[in-house]
Every structure is written in structure tokens, then in C-alpha cells.
């Protein structure tokens, strides 16, 4: 019985951490993509694009971890939110494969290079957008009848998901800003400053309406947070997010040397945020019918891919490590991508 119960609750940490470091990782990539229309010039957005590109096409295995674990973990979740979501899912897969052509693409190119600059602007809009769809769906809850999807091909619109989907786009946007002040100096880096604090602004205002919706969602995923008195000691999630608000304004334009600031903060505003998530998504799944436990595949099949995951976890942790400190840093304006 106790291995029934905690395979589950690792799993779900695992698949969890992913997505995570998925967000972290791709979100300030895909920001950049969603600020290179406001590039001054061309030069400016390959200094954009630079930033990024030693390290860009390795975050997405952050992704395919969590999809992965997702099927191994919790096969009937993984069946029932591909059922539901498959459209967004595949407009979300299609964005991401055209944002690494045009990311590619346009390095290469010489008279369409503007051209594959508006397209890897296009491909991270619509993968941050339709991700938050999914995200809006998930948390809005599922129609499910006998254990099925009942619900139509879109029922994953509602104006809450659109909500979400404009949200993640504000958020990684944020990211992309933050990310260009720690990589950037002389004017990309000031550009990057007067964009940070509107944004600072436009994600708080998405999170308090977010925030506000919950409660009147079919799926309660918000009542953990109001039951047997839980939330005197949830409170301090929502402060923490105020705190880290008025810190990030404040160090938009931080002294020099203090760069790395504005990223961590708003690295710390996603993680406030996915925090938030799991205390009123516990213990679903899938809210509001299916729970972890219900969700499980049998315990022997998800211990023997923890076994692989033991072995694979620290690979990647290892590599990721390696690659952002072999070019952490500034990157000039001069830096080439070849």
C-alpha cells in the first residue's frame, strides 16, 4: 500500500519538475520571439537571437520528459488530455518545429532574412498562447463521462483559456526581457529595460484576474485553498508574489553588475505561480474526477521506469548544467551564429 500511494506522488513531483524547467528553460526563448517585432533593426534581433542560440534547441527535452512520464506515469491522464486537447496540442507542436526552422532559417538567409524573423516571431507567439490554452483547459476541468472525454473539438475555448493563453505570452515575454538584460549590455539591454516594467505590470494583472476566476470554476481548484483553514498557511504564496513584484520593478534598472536580478525575479514569479497551481490542483490529475492515485499505472511499471529515469534525470541535469556555464556571460553585439 505504501508503494501505491508514493509512486504516484513522485511521479507527479517528476513530471512536474519537467514542465517546470520546460517554462523556465524554452520561456525566455520564446520570449525572445515574442519581442523581436519591437527590434530596432535587423542587427539588434540577431543580438536577440545570439543570446540564445548556443542553447536553445536543448530545452525541449524538458518537454518530452514530462510527456513522456505522463504516458508511463499516468497512462489514463495521458489518454484523456490528448483526447480532449489534441487540436491545441498539435497547433502548440506545429509553432514550436516552425519557431526552430525560422530560428535556423533565418541565419542563413539573406534576402528573405526578414521574412524568418516575423516567422520565428509568429512561431513563439502561437507556442506560448496555445500552451497557456492547455494550461486554462486543464485547470478549468474536463468534461469526462465513464472515464472518457465528453466534451466536443473545442471544448477546450472558453474565455478562461483564453485568459491563460494571453497570459503565458505576457509572462514569457517578461522572461525574454529579463534574459536580454543579464546577456546584453549598451542599447539592446536599455531597449530590453523600458519593456520590463509595462510587462511587470501586464503579468501581475494577469495573475490577480487568473487568480480571481479560479473560484468560479466547475473544477474548484482553488477550494484546497479556502478548506480546514489552509489558506493561513498558503497566504504566503500570494505576498511572496506581491513581494517579488515590487522587487522586480525596483531592479529593472539595478546597478551595474546586479544584471542577473530581473531574470531571477521573474524566474521566481513562474515558479510562485506553478507553486500556486499544485496546492489547488491537489490532489487531481486531471480536475475535478480524476486524482493522482486513480490516474496511476500499475506500481510495478512505474517503478521500472524510474529505474530509467534514476540514470537519464541526472544526464540532462548534467548537460543543461554544463552548456549555460560554458556560455554564461555577456554576449556582444559583434557575436556570430554560424
Not at 527590434?39 to 537571437?49: G, I, N, T
Not at 546586479?258 to 490532489?283: N, Q, Y
Request: with cysteine; aromatic share 16%; net charge neutral.
Amino acid at each position: 500500500m505504501a508503494m501505491e500511494y508514493w509512486l504516484p506522488i513522485i511521479w507527479f513531483g517528476v513530471i512536474g519538475f519537467g514542465v517546470l524547467m520546460y517554462v523556465l528553460l524554452d520561456g525566455f526563448v520564446l520570449g525572445l520571439g515574442i519581442l523581436a517585432p519591437f527590434a530596432e533593426d535587423e542587427d539588434q534581433l540577431d543580438h536577440m537571437m545570439n543570446t540564445a542560440a548556443p542553447i536553445w534547441d536543448g530545452n525541449e527535452t524538458w518537454l518530452v520528459l514530462g510527456g513522456a512520464g505522463l504516458l508511463a506515469a499516468f497512462p489514463k491522464a495521458y489518454a484523456l488530455i490528448l483526447s480532449a486537447l489534441y487540436l491545441p496540442v498539435l497547433l502548440m507542436l506545429v509553432a514550436l518545429i516552425f519557431r526552430g526552422v525560422a530560428f535556423e532559417f533565418r541565419f542563413k538567409a539573406e534576402r528573405s532574412k526578414a521574412l524568418w524573423g516575423w516567422a520565428f516571431a509568429l512561431g513563439s507567439l502561437c507556442t506560448a498562447f496555445w500552451q497557456g490554452v492547455i494550461l486554462g483547459a486543464i485547470v478549468q476541468g474536463l468534461p469526462v463521462q465513464d472515464g472518457h472525454y465528453a466534451g466536443g473539438v473545442f471544448g477546450f475555448f472558453s474565455p478562461f483559456s483564453m485568459l491563460t493563453g494571453m497570459a503565458v505570452v505576457a509572462g514569457y515575454a517578461l522572461l525574454g526581457a529579463g534574459w536580454l538584460i543579464l546577456k546584453t549590455e549598451g542599447r539592446l539591454q536599455q531597449v530590453a529595460r523600458t519593456f520590463a516594467r509595462p510587462l511587470t505590470l501586464l503579468v501581475v494583472a494577469f495573475m490577480g484576474l487568473v487568480s480571481a476566476w479560479l473560484p468560479f470554476l466547475a473544477s474548484r481548484v482553488m477550494a484546497r485553498w479556502f478548506e480546514d483553514g489552509n489558506f493561513w498557511w498558503l497566504s504566503p504564496v500570494p505576498l511572496l508574489v506581491l513581494a517579488n513584484a515590487v522587487a522586480l520593478w525596483r531592479n529593472v534598472y539595478a546597478a551595474q553588475g546586479r544584471d542577473a536580478r530581473p531574470f531571477v525575479l521573474t524566474l521566481c514569479f513562474f515558479g510562485l505561480g506553478f507553486a500556486g497551481l499544485v496546492f489547488g490542483l491537489w490532489p487531481y490529475l486531471v480536475p475535478p474526477t480524476l486524482t493522482l492515485w486513480q490516474a496511476a499505472s500499475p506500481p510495478s511499471s512505474q517503478l521500472f521506469v524510474l529505474v530509467g529515469l534514476a540514470v537519464l534525470l541526472p544526464v540532462i541535469l548534467g548537460y543543461t548544467w554544463w552548456s549555460y556555464r560554458v556560455f554564461a556571460g555577456k554576449v556582444a553585439a559583434d557575436s556570430g551564429y554560424h
